[in-house]
């Protein structure tokens, strides 16, 4: 990907805001909407608690949860239903729907610039979405132990 059209790209995604979010018309639409970073418990809060790391905002494009410097790897933490995460594929609500549909598109394209960015200047970036962390932590957290071990023996 060159990178004068990602910044075309990224232009007119600029062009184009969605404006505010109407209030959520719904218990079920709150409690998908909640379970992003200002809650409680997040899933960055859990897996930071399982990987015994801290939560850090680096000036990395996107902001990613975890660095690993080491290893030139970023990981994000993505809640699924804000990142529209195709396992657990959570309905866009009733109401405002396509207010819904293009801010949720919007947010999956910002995360796809970002990974872009994010190549361009050296870093792997890994996604773990919050339905691994929730359910599968282990996993989640085996998942990231690999992919830094092969990071940190690729060749550079
Ligand atoms: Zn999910």
């Not at 997040?42 to 975890?66: A, H, Q, Y």
């Not at 690993?68 to 995460?85: I, K, N, S, T």
């Not at 773990?128 to 599968?136: C, D, F, G, I, Y």
Request: glycine share 4%; hydrophobic share 30%; with cysteine.
């Amino acid at each position: 990907m060159f990178r004068s059209n990602l910044e075309s790209r990224k232009r007119c995604y600029r062009s184009q805001p969605v404006g505010r979010a109407p209030k959520a018309s719904s218990n079920r639409v709150r409690k998908s909407m909640r379970s992003n970073r200002s809650s409680g418990t997040t899933p960055e809060v859990l897996l930071s608690k399982l990987l015994r790391k801290k939560l850090i905002s680096p000036r990395l494009p996107g902001r990613p949860d975890f660095t690993y410097p080491g290893a030139r790897l970023v990981v994000f933490v993505h809640g699924c239903w804000w990142h529209r995460c195709p396992t657990c594929n959570i309905p866009l609500p009733e109401t405002h729907r396509s207010y819904w549909r293009r801010k949720l598109e919007r947010n999956v394209e910002r995360d796809r610039f970002n990974k872009e960015e994010l190549e361009s200047l050296g870093w792997t970036s890994l996604e773990v979405w919050e339905h691994e962390v929730r359910h599968t932590p282990k996993l989640a957290v085996s998942k990231i132990r690999r992919v830094i071990l092969s990071c940190n023996l690729a060749p550079r």
